[in-house]
């Protein structure tokens, strides 16, 4: 059982440069959601979806965007990457608005 | 605001000393009180979710505590595979999409 999994493991972008951070879960989860993790600042909701077609922002959307365009799948695209998108991106889902989500391993992606 | 405060920031015991975590929190509302545990290089692992003010959760060495303002999580007889970092999270009743509030997590080191 696969769970949650994210790829990549690791990214090296230049300021400018576009990419799609790629998650995949096969719970049959509806609620999945993007948060980033940077040192003394804990995890930050990006976005978040509660079944395909529906998504919504969370506390720090600006640069990323999401689609869900099939229960298993939330990619979230980095548009033109800033050094200050800087950090470990996390994915997680869970079966319902009141249980507990399940975390993929992270993507850590440097921006120079 | 709401708010989740998350201390000591760091902690280190010697093997068999126990001792507490603290999550303190100040929100409009608490749906559901979370406890996780994170690896280094690794996604954030699910042990508990408390609901309401006297609840208390067990596993293993670890035991969690809610009251209307905080919630602990003791560390009984640690060993050194109990390392990582503990981080506590929040989902509260305003919000009708069940997003998680986290805080910043405690790092604790248990040496032999």
């Known amino acids: 059982n696969a769970g949650v999994t994210q790829t990549p493991k690791f990214q090296v972008l230049k300021t400018g440069q576009s990419m799609t951070l790629q998650c995949a879960q096969d719970?049959?989860?509806?609620?999945m959601s993007w948060y980033r993790q940077d040192p003394g600042m804990g995890l930050r909701l990006i976005h978040y979806?509660?079944?395909?077609?529906?998504?919504d922002q969370g506390e720090v959307p600006n640069g990323y965007n999401v689609s869900r365009s099939t229960t298993e799948d939330f990619p979230l695209r980095l548009l033109s990457a800033a050094p200050s998108q800087t950090s470990v991106y996390f994915c997680?889902?869970?079966?319902?608005?009141?249980?507990?989500?399940?975390f993929g391993n992270g993507t850590r992606l440097t921006v120079t | 605001e709401d708010q989740v405060t998350q201390s000591p920031e760091a902690l280190r015991l010697q093997e068999g000393e126990s001792s507490s975590l603290n999550c303190s929190y100040t929100?409009?509302?608490?749906?559901?009180l979370f406890w996780y545990r994170q690896d280094p290089g690794k996604g954030p692992e699910f042990l508990f979710t408390l609901y309401s003010a006297g609840e208390e959760k067990e596993k293993e060495r670890l035991k969690a505590t809610l009251t209307k303002k905080e919630s602990f999580l003791h560390i009984t007889a640690p060993k050194p595979e109990d390392s990582a970092t503990y981080l506590c999270?929040?989902?509260?009743?305003?919000?009708?999409?069940?997003?998680?509030?986290f805080g910043a997590g405690t790092q604790v080191v248990v040496t032999p």
């Open positions: 999270a929040v989902r509260l009743t305003t919000d009708s999409w069940g997003k998680l509030q």
């Open positions: 979806s509660v079944g395909a077609g529906i998504t």
């Open positions: 719970m049959n989860h509806e609620y």
């Open positions: 997680a889902s869970s079966s319902d608005l009141n249980s507990p989500l399940h």
């Open positions: 929100v409009s509302g608490l749906r559901g």
